[in-house]
């Protein structure tokens, strides 16, 4: 309560003749791209405004952007230092990995014990894949979703075509499981595996973890598991396509064929593509053009302003959309994901 008190008597003080839009533009400027989630709820007008306000805005002093931060902390309801200890840690590793904290979080309260997540994380991928195509695909799903994300992938691969159709369904439509079906899994295979520990299930969407998977198991191979999906459920499929390759993928390309893809975008697209680009990609952009080129891509950047997600994401899908055209063509070729093996958009 007291170091509380103490902060807002600080931020008081620095913060004294800031108006509430200054405040607004400090924080937003302070967040950089993580604003996107602040400015994606605010209406034209208002992004409007505020930017404008940015414009005309002096150079604002550290202790004066630390107290807009620290008051806007405040009325999170953050505190100013991190919680420690076993609530705390415990909520933490939930918040931040989902469902898989729990495999982390048995073996902190239970030093010295192997538990079934890490047996299955240690078995051979074929093996596990004969086992589990026994089972009904969300069950499978489920598992997937606790292993380690290379393991899954292993495991994955092995599986016969039309079980991995059906677990991709499984996985992109999952949303929130009951705690007492884990449960029950986890006994089933506690009795073959020897192993049982009590699982927490967490809200889980598997979009973003299917389209791993299909990514992993090759161009081709995932052409075809898409088609297969496809004709259960076409908007999933779409999706899933969308989210195997992304936008920061482009950094794998080699400095060669990233120059042949730019000469297919628009200048305008491209702009708009790199608001949402990490910097170290867009450096990767900026080296590979001209120097005049690089410094009217800076300019067009700096002068673009807040934009909605949406834009950008558009942008970004059209740059995507060329390199997946190229990369047919055969003019150029990347790695997908974070595996050593080279994976080629389809």
Do not use: C
Request: charged residues 35%; negative net charge; aromatic residues 6%.
């Amino acid at each position: 309560m007291a170091e509380s008190v103490r902060r807002e008597g600080k931020s008081a003080d620095a913060t004294k003749g800031l108006t509430g839009l200054d405040k607004a533009a400090i924080l937003i400027r302070y967040l950089g791209d993580e604003a996107r989630t602040i400015l994606n709820q605010m209406d034209q007008e208002t992004v409007l405004r505020v930017s404008r306000h940015m414009l005309d805005m002096p150079q604002m002093e550290e202790d004066q952007v630390k107290a807009v931060v620290d008051e806007f902390l405040d009325r999170l309801g953050v505190p100013s230092s991190p919680a420690f200890g076993h609530s705390a840690v415990v909520e933490f590793l939930r918040t931040t990995l989902g469902r898989r904290a729990e495999p982390i979080i048995q073996r902190l309260e239970t030093p010295g014990t192997e538990f079934i997540w890490d047996k299955l994380n240690n078995a051979k991928p074929e093996y596990l894949a004969e086992y589990f195509t026994r089972e009904q695909p969300k069950t499978t799903a489920l598992v997937l979703s606790y292993l380690s994300e290379y393991k899954a992938r292993e495991v994955f691969s092995h599986f016969p075509d039309e079980y991995q159709q059906r677990v991709t369904l499984a996985l992109g439509r999952m949303e929130e499981v009951p705690s007492e079906l884990m449960d029950q899994i986890e006994e089933i295979l506690a009795e073959d595996l020897e192993q049982l520990e009590q699982g927490v299930v967490t809200s889980f969407s598997g979009l973003d973890m299917a389209a791993g998977l299909v990514a992993s198991v090759g161009m081709e191979n995932s052409e075809d598991l898409l088609a297969g999906v496809s004709e259960y459920d076409e908007h999933l499929a779409e999706e899933l396509d969308k989210r195997m390759f992304k936008f920061e993928d482009l950094d794998s390309l080699d400095d060669r064929s990233l120059q042949r893809l730019l000469r297919e975008v628009e200048n305008d697209d491209l702009v708009m593509a790199l608001k949402g680009a990490p910097e170290d990609l867009r450096e990767r952009f900026f080296r590979n053009v001209s120097k005049r080129q690089g410094e009217m891509l800076r300019e067009d950047l700096d002068a673009l302003g807040a934009v909605r997600v949406s834009e950008v994401d558009d942008a970004q899908q059209k740059v995507i959309s060329a390199a997946k055209r190229l990369e047919e063509e055969g003019t150029i070729f990347l790695r997908v994901g974070s595996q050593g093996e080279e994976k080629f958009i389809e």
